[in-house]
C-alpha cells in the first residue's frame, strides 16, 4: 500500500512525500523479512519487491539532480548496499543453505517455535469474520512474538555473529567502506543495475564520485556484445582490444580523471 501511494505521489513530481512511503514501505518488507528468513517456505519472499528500493534510489537520486549537492549521495549508497544484500540473501535462502548449523539447538529450537507462532498469527488475524476484540488481542500477541524474535537476534548475536547478520544484516556505509581501503592508492567502483537507471560508485580513503549509467538492458547489451567479440575465432587483426576500450569508456571512465593517477589497487563489485 506504501509502495503504490509513493507511485502516485511520484507521478504527481511530489518527490519528498514519495520518499516518505517508499521508507516506510522498505521496512515494513525489511521486519517482515528478518521474521521469516530462516523459514525455508518463504524463500522468495523479497523477490518482487527489489522494485521498491530501486524506486527509493531513483527518487533520491533525482532529489541529487535537482539539488545538484552531495547530500543525497550518502542515502543512495547505503540504499543501493540494502538492495544487493537483500537480493544476495534471497539467493542464499533458495540456495537451501542452512544457516542456523552453528548455533546451538536451543537457539535453533527458539527460532523455530517463535518463527511458527508468527505464522499462525498471521494466518488467524487474515480469517474473515474475525471480531475486533478478537482481531485487537491477535494483534497484541504478534507484538509479543516478535519483541521475542528480536530479542533472539540479540542472542544469536553473542554466540554466533556471523549467523546474525544474516538474519537481520548491517549494510555497509560509505564511512565503513572507506575505512578499509586503507589509501589513496586502492579504489572501489561498485555498480547497481536498475530496469530504468544505474548506478556507478567510485569511492577512495577520501573522496567518493557518483554517476548516472544507462539501464541494465543497454549495459548488458554492451558487455555481451563484448564477449561475443572476444569469444569468436580468431582474425587475422584482434579486435577485443578495441571492445575493451569502449567498455573502459563506458564503465570505468573515473578512471580517467587526472585526481586519480595515483590509484594502483582496484576493487570492483
Same mark, same amino acid.
Do not use: C, W
Given at each position: 500500500a506504501y509502495y503504490g501511494l509513493g507511485q502516485c505521489y511520484e507521478k504527481n513530481g511530489e518527490l519528498i512525500a514519495a520518499m516518505d512511503c517508499y521508507k516506510n514501505s522498505i521496512e515494513i518488507i525489511d521486519r517482515i523479512r528478518s521474521q521469516i528468513f530462516l523459514d525455508t517456505f518463504k524463500a522468495g519472499f523479497v523477490r518482487n519487491k527489489l522494485k521498491v528500493y530501486e524506486s527509493m534510489i531513483n527518487i533520491l537520486y533525482e532529489l541529487k539532480r535537482r539539488d545538484d549537492s552531495k547530500k543525497y549521495e550518502k542515502e543512495i549508497f547505503l540504499f543501493i548496499e540494502k538492495v544487493k544484500a537483500r537480493a544476495f540473501l534471497e539467493g542464499l535462502a533458495e540456495s537451501k543453505i542452512d544457516i542456523r548449523e552453528n548455533l546451538?539447538?536451543?537457539?535453533?529450537?527458539?527460532?523455530?517455535?517463535?518463527?511458527?507462532?508468527?505464522?499462525?498469527?498471521?494466518?488467524?488475524? +487474515?480469517?474473515?469474520?474475525?471480531?475486533?476484540?478478537?482481531?485487537?488481542?491477535?494483534?497484541?500477541?504478534?507484538?509479543?512474538?516478535?519483541? /521475542?524474535?528480536?530479542?533472539?537476534?540479540?542472542?544469536?548475536?553473542?554466540?554466533?555473529?556471523?549467523?546474525?547478520?544474516?538474519?537481520?544484516?548491517?549494510?555497509?556505509?560509505?564511512?565503513?567502506?572507506?575505512?578499509?581501503?586503507?589509501?589513496?592508492?586502492?579504489?572501489?567502483?561498485?555498480?547497481?543495475?536498475?530496469?530504468?537507471?544505474?548506478?556507478?560508485?567510485?569511492?577512495?580513503?577520501?573522496?567518493?564520485?557518483?554517476?548516472?549509467?544507462?539501464?541494465?538492458?543497454?549495459?548488458?547489451? /554492451?558487455?555481451?556484445?563484448?564477449?561475443?567479440?572476444? +569469444?569468436?575465432?580468431?582474425?587475422k587483426e584482434f579486435l577485443g582490444r578495441l571492445g575493451a576500450r569502449r567498455l573502459f569508456d563506458e564503465f570505468l571512465f573515473p578512471l580517467k580523471d587526472r585526481k586519480y593517477r595515483m590509484i594502483e589497487k582496484l576493487i570492483i563489485v
Open positions: 546451538s539447538q536451543e537457539l535453533r529450537d527458539e527460532e523455530e517455535r517463535i518463527s511458527d507462532q508468527i505464522t499462525s498469527i498471521i494466518f488467524h488475524i +487474515s480469517r474473515p469474520g474475525l471480531s475486533i476484540k478478537d482481531k485487537k488481542a491477535l494483534e497484541e500477541k504478534l507484538s509479543r512474538e516478535e519483541d /521475542s524474535y528480536m530479542r533472539l537476534i540479540l542472542k544469536m548475536r553473542e554466540e554466533n555473529p556471523e549467523t546474525a547478520s544474516l538474519v537481520s544484516p548491517e549494510p555497509s556505509r560509505q564511512e565503513l567502506v572507506q575505512g578499509i581501503l586503507g589509501d589513496d592508492r586502492t579504489a572501489l567502483i561498485e555498480y547497481f543495475l536498475g530496469e530504468n537507471q544505474s548506478y556507478l560508485f567510485f569511492i577512495t580513503k577520501s573522496g567518493l564520485d557518483f554517476h548516472p549509467l544507462p539501464a541494465r538492458q543497454e549495459i548488458e547489451k /554492451s558487455v555481451k556484445g563484448y564477449l561475443k567479440l572476444i +569469444s569468436a575465432p580468431p582474425q
